[in-house]
């Protein structure tokens, strides 16, 4: 199954804005977040891995819970999804100033 997804990165930042941590805690795991805030575009991580979560999430065929899809990345820089102890790999993201979109293989 394949899942794909689109998020315009402007809708990740307003809702960071007007939900502060509560958003970000509520979608995103520890690691994610930390993750995203060593990053000089914070923003942009952030909607690539919203993305991928909702492109995992088509592919699986269901809404899944947020927290429980932790979206990773290996030492060579690939992402992976982590979902309940199984590793999957065919995950790829791609982000620019505007826009985060993201595809995954199951």
Same mark, same amino acid.
């Given at each position: 199954?394949?899942? *794909? &997804? *689109? !998020? &315009? #990165?402007?809708?990740?930042?307003? @809702?960071?804005?007007? /939900?502060?941590?509560?958003?970000?805690?509520? *979608?995103?795991? &520890?690691?994610?977040?930390?993750?995203?805030?060593?990053?000089?575009? +914070? +923003?942009?991580? @952030?909607?690539?891995? %919203?993305?991928?979560?909702?492109? %995992?999430?088509? =592919?699986?065929?269901?809404?899944?819970?947020?927290?429980?899809?932790? #979206? @990773? =990345?290996?030492? +060579?820089?690939?992402?992976?999804? +982590?979902?309940?102890?199984?590793?999957?790999?065919?995950?790829?993201?791609? /982000?620019?100033? =505007?826009?985060? #979109?993201? =595809? !995954?293989? *199951?």
């Amino acid at each position: 199954m394949i899942g *794909i &997804d *689109i !998020v &315009d #990165v402007s809708r990740i930042e307003a @809702l960071e804005r007007r /939900h502060g941590e509560h958003f970000l805690r509520r *979608i995103f795991t &520890d690691w994610e977040i930390a993750y995203a805030r060593r990053r000089k575009r +914070s +923003s942009e991580t @952030l909607a690539g891995r %919203f993305a991928a979560k909702e492109a %995992f999430m088509k =592919a699986f065929g269901r809404r899944l819970p947020w927290r429980e899809i932790e #979206v @990773l =990345a290996a030492t +060579s820089g690939q992402p992976y999804i +982590s979902f309940r102890g199984t590793r999957y790999g065919g995950v790829t993201i791609s /982000h620019e100033k =505007a826009y985060a #979109v993201a =595809a !995954v293989t *199951i």
